[in-house]
């Protein structure tokens, strides 16, 4: 049976697989339990199932001991700045 996770506010995947289980390697297994990608963009709110891997108690009680939720999504925005720096200038691969 699986348990579920309630996602924070900038949460990714790998967020979450820190959280919960004090390691990233799991991250596949919890895109498939969930039938998601593990780069979706998750919504505050969302419901994450969790099924039974093994934990790196260690880094859990190391975030726990400083109250640390990982949450590092960033969103990436192009500044205008950057067309009038280089006008009409696209990557082009021959």
């Known amino acids: 049976m699986n348990n579920q996770y309630t996602v924070y506010e900038n949460q990714t995947l790998f967020d979450i697989a820190a959280h919960v289980y004090g390691r990233v390697d799991v991250v596949v297994q919890l895109a ?3 039938g998601i990608s593990i780069t979706e963009r998750l919504i505050p709110g969302q419901i994450i199932l969790l099924p039974n891997l093994e934990k790196d ?5 190391a975030l726990s001991a400083r109250e640390i939720i ?4 960033t969103e990436i925005q192009v500044s205008a700045a950057l067309d009038y720096l280089l006008p009409n200038v696209f990557p082009i691969s021959l």
Do not use: D, M, Q
């Open 32 to 34: 498939l339990v969930n």
């Open 57 to 61: 108690f260690a880094t859990i009680k």
């Open 70 to 73: 990982p949450a590092t999504f």
